[in-house]
T-cell receptor
Framework: GENVEQHPSTLSVQEGDSAVIKCTYS??????FPWYKQELGKGPQLIID?????GEKKDQRIAVTLNKTAKHFSLHITETQPEDSAVYFC?????????????FGQGTELSVKP | ETGVTQTPRHLVMGMTNKKSLKCEQH?????MYWYKQSAKKPLELMFV???????ENNSVPSRFSPECPNSSHLFLHLHTLQPEDSALYLC???????????????FGEGSRLTVL
C-alpha cells in the first residue's frame, strides 16, 4: 500500500522568508496529491492540490511541485506571514486503484516569527 | 450552520463508560469519514461511509462502532475504551470517495477525547 513520508516535522522561519515542506510517496500509481493546513483547534483544510499530469501549480503565495520520477512533491510558501503558522499535511492517493483513499504524511508544524 | 459540525468538542470518559461522537455535514455530500489524529502521527482513516453504506473499515477495534443513519449524519459509538484511544477524532465529508474525481475532504473541528 501507499506510504507517505513528510519532512521536516517542525519548521521555523522569519516573516517574509520562504518555507518548503517535502513529501515522498511509495506507490507509483498515486496520481493525486493534496496539501492540508490545520490551524490550532480546527480541522485540516485543503489549501492546494496537484494531479500527476502537471509538474507545478501556483496559487498566490503557495505553490506545489511534483516529481513523478523521484516520487516526491513539495509545498512552497513565499513571503510567509504569521497567519501561515499551522500544521501542514501532505497526502497521496490513486484515484483509480484505491478509491480515493488519502494517505497522509506525519505533518509539519510551521512557525512564522514576526 | 455550514460545513461539517462535530459534537461534543471535548469529551472525558472512563474506561467503562459508553459515549458517542456526532458529526453532521451541511454540504450535500454523499461520503463521510472518521479519522483519528494522535500527536506526532499521520491522520489515521478509521471508517468510510458512502451513501450510508460502510465501504472501509481499517482494522479498527470493535470498541469503536460507527453508525451512519443518513448521508448527513455520522456517529462514532465508544465503549470500554483504553487510555491509548485518547486523541482528536475528526469527521470529514466529500462528494465522492471513489472514482477519478477524488473529492476534496471537508473536515470538522474534531472531538478531543480523553480516556482516563
Amino acid at each position: 500500500g501507499e506510504n507517505v513520508e513528510q519532512h521536516p516535522s517542525t519548521l521555523s522561519v522569519q516573516e517574509g522568508d520562504s518555507a518548503v515542506i517535502k513529501c515522498t510517496y511509495s506507490d507509483s500509481a498515486s496520481n493525486y496529491f493534496p496539501w492540508y493546513k490545520q490551524e490550532l483547534g480546527k480541522g485540516p483544510q485543503l489549501i492546494i492540490d496537484i494531479r500527476s499530469n502537471v509538474g507545478e501549480k501556483k496559487d498566490q503565495r503557495i505553490a506545489v511541485t511534483l516529481n513523478k520520477t523521484a516520487k516526491h512533491f513539495s509545498l512552497h510558501i513565499t513571503e510567509t506571514q504569521p497567519e501561515d503558522s499551522a500544521v501542514y499535511f501532505c497526502a497521496a492517493t490513486s484515484t483509480y486503484n484505491q478509491g480515493g483513499k488519502l494517505i497522509f504524511g506525519q505533518g509539519t508544524e510551521l512557525s512564522v516569527k514576526p | 450552520e455550514t460545513g461539517v459540525t462535530q459534537t461534543p468538542r471535548h469529551l472525558v470518559m472512563g474506561m467503562t463508560n459508553k459515549k458517542s461522537l456526532k458529526c453532521e455535514q451541511h454540504l450535500g455530500h454523499n461520503a463521510m469519514y472518521w479519522y483519528k489524529q494522535s500527536a506526532k502521527k499521520p491522520l489515521e482513516l478509521m471508517f468510510v461511509y458512502s451513501l450510508e453504506e460502510r465501504v472501509e473499515n481499517n482494522s479498527v477495534p470493535s470498541r469503536f462502532s460507527p453508525e451512519c443513519p443518513n448521508s448527513s449524519h455520522l456517529f462514532l459509538h465508544l465503549h470500554t475504551l483504553q487510555p491509548e484511544d485518547s486523541a482528536l477524532y475528526l469527521c470529514a465529508s466529500s462528494q465522492s470517495p471513489r472514482g477519478p474525481n477524488t473529492g476534496e475532504l471537508f473536515f470538522g473541528e474534531g472531538s478531543r477525547l480523553t480516556v482516563l
